[in-house]
């Protein structure tokens, strides 16, 4: 009988199949094949770690056996990182050192990839280029009939981080028209506005922290960005834990995990315990089940609920305000955070009980009258802010079918919607619970 051909081979190849299911193994294909070549001449010595395709998380890495809690899962060298001393060693470096006010860390770093990735062909960055994202999906990149549909204050901070791109643009067309002796072409062709989001995002999303000394070529901002080639395709889990750290002996960037992984399943690391709003804005995915996800809740909503004629109304608000309880005021798994019920406390006082606000904020318990009020009205506004979450996911349905080019962006949002209904009504039957027991 051929090797392989019995029922322990057959077991084997079932066993294979079931490990893969996870991802699908992409190491063989051209650009990984050329990136590995291109990081192995700078010194990258391999690791067990392999490009692939996940059903949940899209491209990642895989690992070719298990890991072991505190087992170092990757080590780049120094060689192989981008970071701003790649940049002044380059042909920008003597442009960006003649500037003056100086560019900031970010725009030399922006600069270096738009030039990188015109060159094409002659760049000696290519391998790494050639396996970077074409688009991005962070709130910049959003058409605005999708920013509409996200929550607040995410929509907020949505807008700041459009006019903030957009900002860092404009003031940066003076020192991108200086680099016209390097190119052929008219700079304003290369270094346009699309462009510039694409770095900036590719910096902003993949970047690992590596702090760098001061220098006077450049802006005060923080000098704190490295791109991290074949690393930053390990994807984000809020359930992970791992060390990572430049090892200044060996002069390498090292993850090591706090987690163990079976062999064949997808490696993650952690980028911090952020909510989904966090996630989305920082880096444009995400997470199901992120046990750090939260729903907000606005002053405006909050004042809904309180009647405009309690007189001692501005007093109460005011207190809010100065002891910071008018932000972050939040929905979770676990049901209302303390402090929106705090705020809500505070502002169900009634006139004999306003007195005792300072014990409020302490966490005291004033009256049963008030802990019933403060709990109906967070019951109400939890049922209001789940009403609202499933009228926007009906409008997301809607305009998915009507507008095919935003499909993706769309679904994103959708996501994010979805785990806030999840919180909501599990929220709901936590305070519902909470009403029975104290009545």
Known sequence: MKKNRGRTGRKRRRKRLQSFMHGVNCSH????IKLKKWLKDRGFEGSNLRPAQF????????TTKALQVRELVISLPEKCLLTTDTVLSSCLGEYIIKWKPPV???????TFLIAEKHAGEKSL??????????????PVCLEQDVVSLLPEPLRSKAEEQRTMVHELYTSSKAFFSSLQSLFAENPGTIFNYSALEWAWCTINTRTIYMKHSQRECFSLEPDVYALAPYLDLLNHSPNVQVKAAFNEQARSYEIQTNSQCKK??????CYGPHDNQRLLLE????AIDNPHSTVYVSSDILLKYFQPLDKQRDAKLSILKDHDFLQ??????????WRLLTALKLLSLGADEFACWRRVLLGDVISARNEQQALNITAKICHFLAEETQCVLLQISQLKRDKENLKKHLSLVEALRLEDLKILQKSAEILCNLNVATT
């Open 104 to 110: 900031s860390p970010l725009i030399a770093l922006c």
């Open 264 to 269: 064949y399943e997808e490696v993650f690391i």
């Open 328 to 337: 972050n005021l939040t929905f979770g798994w676990d049901g209302p955070s």
């Open 283 to 286: 880096y444009g995915f995400v």
């Open 125 to 138: 960055w290519k391998p790494y280029l050639d396996v970077l994202p074409k688009s991005y999906t962070c």
């Open 29 to 32: 294909k051209l650009e990984y």
């Open 55 to 62: 059903q949940d998380t899209g491209r990642g890495l895989m």
